[in-house]
């Protein structure tokens, strides 16, 4: 997972803000695989997350001079990037999402014999196309303020006043947002969900013919799964995983998912906009 060093990134926000160029790209390397998880979980879309995720950086970088150092930057960047969101139109993945009633009840149908996996590599693919899918799926049944709820204080793990604060309401009321939203999902996965617990009846394997006809599945063309060097680790995560407690689980599988695919750095885009002048912001 990508660290962020906390006094670097002060530093160069400092340097940013006084028209350091080189600065400013650190600033955005920093903080646009933050973003880019951030927007993935929120929209359940690659694509339109990597759209969305671009915006949101370049609001960042737009508003660099607002930034009044109360807060780590960090927290600033991860309001500035929700305030975007929520502005934005549903995703299609959204638009599409269930209600957690019948989310649950869907994952409850008897499985199918997947078949025409053979090779290790393209099962492992599949397999972790799936998990990552079936999950994200999960927090799009929830609604926005509780899905950024759960994302912010469960798998981001912010405390309960930084993410009150992110996300402009009182920690009491965040509180019980948040504590909503992770019996919802943790209650979900405990029920039926074979990677939260083996037991369950719920297994990827059985999932993919159903997921593959409904369309949500394409082994030769997949959107989540990254690369066959990660999935092929996750056995070992998934051990540790299972070691946890019921609440810590849950938000563990969301933190095993790998890093978001990727069209692109948004360096080069913001390479052009400073050179044309689009984003107001000093370039010496």
Same mark, same amino acid.
């Given at each position: 997972?990508?660290?962020?060093? =906390?006094?670097?990134?002060?530093? $160069?926000? %400092?340097?940013?803000? =006084? ?18 998880? !951030? ?20 609001r ?5 001079d607002?930034? $009044?150092?109360?807060s ?15 502005s #934005? ?14 989310? $649950? @009840?869907? /994952?409850a149908?008897? !499985?199918?014999?997947? %078949?025409?996996?053979? *090779?290790?590599? @393209?099962?492992?693919l599949? /397999? *972790?196309e ?7 799926? #999960?927090?799009? &049944? ?5 899905? +950024? ?50 037991s369950n =009846? &719920? ?14 599945? =394409?082994?030769?063309? +997949? ?15 998934? %051990? ?11 938000? @563990? ?11 692109? %750095?948004?360096? @080069? ?5 400073? $050179?044309a002048?689009?984003?107001g912001?000093d370039?010496?």
């Amino acid at each position: 997972m990508h660290l962020i060093d =906390n006094d670097t990134l002060a530093r $160069d926000v %400092s340097d940013a803000r =006084n028209g350091n160029r080189a600065a400013l790209e650190s600033v955005v390397r920093a903080i646009e695989p933050l973003v880019g998880r !951030l927007a993935l979980r929120f929209f359940g879309c690659p694509h339109y997350a990597e759209d969305a995720t671009q915006e949101a950086l370049v609001r960042i970088v737009i508003k660099l001079d607002t930034f $009044d150092a109360q807060s780590a930057f960090s927290t600033w960047a991860y309001r500035v990037a929700i305030n975007k969101f929520l502005s #934005m139109a549903r995703s299609p993945a959204e638009r599409q999402a269930m209600s957690l009633e019948d989310f $649950d @009840e869907d /994952l409850a149908q008897p !499985l199918e014999h997947a %078949s025409g996996l053979e *090779a290790d590599a @393209e099962l492992a693919l599949t /397999l *972790a196309e799936l998990r990552i899918g079936c999950t994200l799926a #999960m927090l799009l &049944c929830l609604d926005r303020d509780a899905r +950024l709820a759960y994302i912010l204080g469960a798998i981001v793990e912010l405390d309960h006043q930084a993410a009150a604060d992110i996300l402009e309401c009182a920690p009491a009321t965040y509180r019980k947002r948040f504590e909503r939203a992770r019996d919802a999902i943790t209650g979900l996965m405990k029920r039926r969900c074979g990677v939260f617990d083996a037991s369950n =009846n &719920c297994q990827c394997a059985g999932r993919i013919p159903v997921a593959k006809s409904r369309g949500h599945l =394409n082994p030769k063309s +997949l959107v989540f799964a990254s690369s066959v060097e990660q999935v092929r680790h996750f056995p070992e995560i998934l %051990s540790h995983i299972r070691e946890l407690g019921e609440l810590q689980r849950a938000a @563990e599988i969301y933190r095993s998912h790998p890093e978001p695919l990727s069209r692109g %750095s948004f360096i @080069e885009q913001l390479h052009h906009l400073l $050179d044309a002048g689009r984003l107001g912001v000093d370039q010496g």
